[in-house]
């Protein structure tokens, strides 16, 4: 079982940037993704970006990409979600997932994922 903890969320105003962080736990931790998702009331959960635990590439959806940078720290099994340039418009709730396989667009479906967090909510004040 992977347990999976999000925290970094808050309160910030437009330009400012944000950290989240998530930290993994279980009694074998070796996903094939790390991932992020985040969520409005009332939306369908979006992909927001995800790394390659074992080689640390990463891919992002085209509305954070270029603002938004996943890392990952083997020895801490935690990946980060370091956001620039934060606008209204990334107001959410902000959820950490790991899956042990998805496959080209199928990683954007939240579907593909197996373990989730809790969620933190980021609130971007214009």
């Known amino acids: 079982q992977v347990q999976l903890v999000e925290t970094g969320g808050g309160l910030v105003q437009a330009g400012d940037s944000l950290r989240l962080s998530c930290a993994a736990s279980g009694r074998t931790f070796r996903p094939y993704l790390m991932g992020w998702f985040r969520q409005d009331p009332g939306k369908d959960r979006e992909f927001v970006g995800a790394i390659n635990w074992s080689n640390g590439g990463a891919f992002y959806a085209d509305s954070v990409k270029g603002r938004f940078t996943i890392s990952r720290d083997h020895a801490k099994n935690t990946v980060y979600l370091q956001m620039n340039s934060l606008n209204p418009e990334d107001t959410a709730v902000y959820y950490c997932?790991?899956?042990?396989?998805?496959?080209?667009?199928?990683?954007?479906?939240?579907?593909?994922?197996?373990?989730w967090g809790q969620g933190t909510q980021v609130t971007v004040s214009s």
């Open positions: 997932a790991s899956t042990n396989y998805c496959s080209g667009y199928g990683c954007y479906d939240r579907r593909a994922w197996e373990y």
